[in-house]
């Protein structure tokens, strides 16, 4: 056996796998496959860039979880997950992007040896990595082999297991944090007219992975975004060679990154001197995130804090169309969300101790951007703590 450096105690894996079965009596389903990069290493440990084929999870009833995927990446399975290596199974390089075979045909064949009678297994239907190909091979193979076997939708049934951090992950999340600020005080240390944007982010990037002190930095689930000027008001644009200009505000959306947990961090530098309608904006911003985060309580709900956000927006005239925030934590590209939680008024969800989110009510206006976030952590008791630390303002130079 290989001997394996796992980032969490065997007692948090298991607790992690109890929530999870709990889960799944609840939904109704003897078995579990998931496919999620970020759920598969939450339950597993499993680490490695191998979600652009097929792989998964296998989350049995009473047994341990197994780890199916290309059978190269087993040895990667090998060396990262807590289970035994008979619990890890590949399947042959024949199924990789072939026209003639589909790698769900093997895991059919994998889940009938596992099933142990399990009639109900629940997939992630609605999932970046589960393709309507991959679930049409699977539920046609299964029917020849397994004809009693029924597919269930179980998106996001382990998502919502991770939405209350334990002990072990809000220390990663606190290293992650550090990089953040590190990432943002270069980024106005550098940041100059004239200055190429491929430039910048090449600093971004060293700063995310050299990290701070014996914290080193892992690679974010997304790319630095940071538009400027009227480009700011598209929240998702990432860069290109042009230079900063004075007289323009740009956004910085960017994470620090610790073996896969993120801390996200937003802040806008402006070169000159800042429009009226800029500093108003940013006045209203800040009184709205203050009132955030008071609200942000345990016993509360996702909608009080956007509620208590909207006021000071409103007052000031401005309309946000976007939700104000999502959970976060463990994850791989393409999204460092948890996909559960928003924070926004439709959204009545109750905040519990150890919950993370990304607190980010950017405002993107027909001309210009402006984002000032903050990562928290709902409290035991009292206001939310933002793990990073930095003023909540707009960034003058």
């Not at 402006?270 to 429009?275: D, E, H, K, Q």
């Not at 939310?384 to 909540?392: G, I, Q, S, V």
Request: charged residues 25%.
């Amino acid at each position: 056996m290989i001997r394996k450096n796992l980032p969490f105690s065997a007692p948090e894996y298991q607790r992690r796998l109890c929530k999870t079965r709990q889960a799944m009596q609840a939904a109704g389903l003897d078995m579990l496959f998931i496919t999620d990069p970020s759920n598969m290493a939450w339950l597993t440990g499993y680490d490695g860039w191998s979600f652009y084929v097929h792989q998964g999870v296998i989350v049995p009833a009473d047994s341990d979880p197994v780890w199916w995927g290309r059978s190269q990446d087993a040895n990667g399975a090998l060396r990262t997950v807590w289970m035994s290596d008979d619990r890890i199974h590949g399947y042959a390089d024949h199924y990789v992007q072939s026209t003639e075979r589909h790698p769900m045909q093997d895991l059919a064949k994998r889940l009938q040896n596992y099933r142990a009678g399990s009639k109900r297994i629940g997939v992630e239907l609605d999932n970046y990595y589960y393709s309507a190909k991959a679930h049409q091979v699977l539920c046609e193979t299964l029917a020849t082999i397994s004809p009693d076997i029924t597919l269930q939708d179980a998106t996001a049934l382990v998502n919502w297991q991770r939405g209350i951090k334990s002990d072990e992950e809000i220390v990663f999340m606190r290293k992650a944090a550090r990089i953040s600020e590190k990432i943002i005080d270069g980024l106005f240390t550098r940041v100059e007219p004239g200055i190429a944007k491929n430039d910048i982010v090449a600093e971004v990037y060293g700063d995310a992975l050299r990290g701070v002190d014996d914290v080193w930095g892992d690679y974010p689930a997304i790319v630095p975004l940071l538009p400027s000027g009227s480009d700011a008001a598209a929240p998702h644009l990432t860069w290109d060679g042009t230079a900063f200009k004075t007289g323009e505000a740009t956004f910085f959306e960017i994470s620090g990154c610790y073996r896969r947990y993120h801390a996200p961090f937003c802040r806008t530098i402006f070169l000159g001197t800042p429009p009226d309608d800029l500093r108003r904006a940013e006045a209203a911003l800040a009184e709205g995130l203050e009132a955030g985060l008071d609200a942000a309580r345990a016993g509360n709900r996702a909608c009080d804090i956007a509620d208590a956000l909207a006021q000071p927006l409103e007052r000031a005239g401005i309309e946000r169309g976007a939700r104000a925030g999502y959970p976060i934590g463990l994850s791989y590209p393409p999204d460092w969300g948890e996909r559960t939680i928003s924070i926004r008024t439709e959204d009545k969800s109750i905040l519990h101790p150890g919950m993370t989110f990304h607190f980010m009510p950017g405002l993107w206006m027909p001309n210009w951007g402006l984002e000032i976030t903050e990562s928290i952590l709902i409290r035991e008791t009292g206001a939310a703590e933002t793990l990073c630390n930095r003023p909540r303002e707009l960034m003058i130079k």
